[in-house]
């Protein structure tokens, strides 16, 4: 599974971001910085299965613009900023998954 910070002003500390290849979905979940992961808090926005069967980056990034009301732009940059090694295609077009960048020999 991929895990990505999601670096969005005032989301960043510990939203995270990714591909889960077990239920073949993208998830996110969003906690608004200040609050305790882990701990006594949920997150904010919790985009996994049951409730969300996510099947493309575009289309978490747009549940995330629509709860953040932001621009759609603005989570896609984010997404790009948190991740900048190679992206590998699996099942179709848009399916896609974040890669580890390969070590240094």
Excluded: K
Excluded at 19 to 34: E, H, I, M, N, R
Excluded at 82 to 100: A, L
């Amino acid at each position: 599974m991929s895990r990505h910070t999601l670096y969005l002003d005032g989301w960043q500390r510990e939203s995270n971001w990714g591909w889960d290849p077990g239920q073949s979905v993208w998830y996110a979940q969003l906690w608004v910085d200040g609050t305790e992961p882990g701990g006594h808090d949920a997150p904010a926005l919790w985009l996994t299965p049951p409730s969300y069967e996510i099947q493309s980056r575009e289309v978490l990034a747009a549940h995330i613009a629509d709860f953040l009301d932001i621009a759609l732009e603005s989570v896609l940059q984010a997404f790009a900023e948190s991740y900048n090694g190679p992206w590998q295609i699996y099942g179709g077009e848009n399916d896609y998954e974040p890669e580890p960048p390969l070590a240094n020999p």
